[in-house]
């Protein structure tokens, strides 16, 4: 992208992460440092040679190597660590919210307590204020282990509940429909936990109608594959089902052979509540905002989409009324800044204060 001004606005105009993995922020710079410290023997001798991994065919040939890299992380300060350095990295790219996901089952599986996943994620989180930032956390379920195993995992956390904004689902997706998971959604919901989950990445459309009509998702994470199937669309439009896709993420996992190939704007065309996101930016090349700069690049999208896009990111977070307005507000106002008629509240200086976001619960 060659229009600086289009980077700049990127970078600068309020938006919300809500596809992220705190796993995949992990860089390989840490998990060469975090192996050596803990004595874990990596496969891989040095740095180029682990880069050179990041290769993938396909989205389990990821995984594989995304679940060898997080046995590195073993104590609270690893998990404190590696998410206040997303935070930091996010706040640089202009996220002023961020609902970050974490797979328990990951580290539980291999004898790190829930506790100390959770203590380090959320001293972390605990302070993202100091860098205006408001967040929130949902607990994943791995889809290729059972439904038996993810109803023990909600229950493990049920007595943290007030650290946690909702559930997802994610890992492999063909063969591991929604519909397994009904029960565990079910009661995650009579918990009142919020609901996503990762749909029609690799699976068919049929998958996306689960999470919606099974599990009952309020967002759909990625969601590639609604653009098979025309009455799907029409539901993702109508109910204003947000959308968290992540561009790079689907070209790195051969979602799709070519950026210019993704449906990102024929979905924004069809009245559809798409969202730009990062997924797991450590193994795919970029954070946020390189990810708005990549599908802008290719699909041409102007200034006009990019701002609907950024807009509707704030509009799906799962967020308290006041709070989303405060940062619709600062969007029209960072939105029109440059067009030559920025708001008499931004100008005078008199917006309210939103130095202490609160994380959300
Ligand atoms: N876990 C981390 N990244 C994922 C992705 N893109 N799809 C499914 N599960 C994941
Ligand atoms: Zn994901």
């Known amino acids: 992208m060659h229009d600086l001004s289009l980077q700049d606005f990127i970078q600068r105009i309020p938006k919300a992460e809500l596809h992220l993995h705190v796993e995949g922020t992990l860089e390989p710079e840490r998990l060469f440092q975090l192996a050596s410290q803990h004595g874990v023997q990596l496969p891989f001798d040095d740095l180029s040679a682990l880069r050179a991994a990041y290769d993938f065919r396909d989205l389990q040939s990821f995984l594989d190597l995304y679940y060898a890299g997080a046995a590195v992380l073993q104590t609270e300060a690893d998990f404190h660590d590696l998410t206040w350095a ?24 291999r004898g790190i307590a829930l506790t100390c996943v ?4 959320g001293s972390a989180l605990n302070r993202a204020s100091e860098l205006g930032l408001s967040c929130g956390l949902i607990l994943c379920f791995l889809r290729h282990l059972s439904e038996r195993e993810a109803l023990a995992t909600l229950e493990a956390a049920l007595p943290y509940k007030s650290q946690l904004l909702g559930v997802g689902l994610d890992s492999s997706e063909q063969g591991h429909p929604p519909s397994k998971f009904e029960q565990v959604f079910s009661l995650a919901r009579r918990e009142g936990l919020r609901v996503v989950a990762h749909a029609g990445e690799e699976g068919p459309p049929e998958y996306i109608w689960q999470a919606l009509d099974l599990l009952g998702a309020e967002r759909i994470d990625h969601g590639v594959r609604a ?22 993420s689907n070209l790195r996992l051969r979602v799709v052979d070519r950026l210019s190939d993704h449906p990102l704007r024929r ?5 559809i509540k798409v969202t730009i996101n990062s997924d797991d930016p450590a193994y795919f090349g970029g954070y946020i905002a390189e990810n708005y700069r990549a599908i802008s690049d290719a699909l041409g999208l102007d200034r ?58």
């Not at 959770?118 to 994620?121: E, K």
């Not at 098979?228 to 089902?241: G, H, K, P, S, T």
């Open 86 to 109: 997303y935070l930091k990295r996010a706040a640089d790219d202009g996220v002023r919210h961020t609902e970050i996901f974490f797979d328990p089952q990951t580290h539980t599986q």
């Open 118 to 121: 959770l203590d380090g994620i």
């Open 227 to 248: 653009i098979e199937d025309d009455a799907l669309m029409r539901r993702l439009a109508n109910d204003q089902i947000p959308l968290t896709m992540c561009p790079l």
């Open 267 to 271: 979905m924004l065309d069809a009245g």
């Open 304 to 361: 006009d989409a990019i701002g609907r896009i950024a807009r509707n990111s704030l509009d799906a977070a799962f967020i308290d009324d006041t709070h989303k307005a405060e940062l619709l507000a600062e969007f029209d106002a960072s939105e029109s800044q440059g067009r030559g008629h920025a708001p008499e509240r931004a100008a005078n200086g008199c917006e309210a204060d939103r130095s202490a976001p609160q994380q959300e619960s």
